[in-house]
């Protein structure tokens, strides 16, 4: 998996590039092929920011966050960034089947 941290009209420092890649490394555990991870971190007045777009076998993944600070918003993103690789790995595993777990039978 590789991760790509930067920042709209912020720096980037060592600290939360760290932190990010930290925090996004537990979605290495969905797939085994490898994926790209584009994370924007911003400020936005008094909320901070964090994106990611998640380009994986061919389709892309959006997920953002607002917190008060920027590790908060951070752990939101890390959040729902695993909840929709693993809805969209569902999503997969049920097309390869045939669809029977969404037909129920």
Known sequence: ???ETYGQQLEVTPALRDYVES???RLARHFDQPFDVRTQLSL???DHCAEANVNIA???LHADA???N???AIDLLADKLDRLLVK???KVIDSHRGGEAARGG
């Open 88 to 90: 969209h790995k569902e």
């Open 66 to 68: 607002k917190a008060e």
């Open 23 to 25: 925090k996004l490394a």
């Open 1 to 3: 998996m590789r991760i």
């Open 44 to 46: 936005e007045r008094t």
């Open 58 to 60: 061919g389709r892309a």
């Open 70 to 72: 920027m590790y908060a």
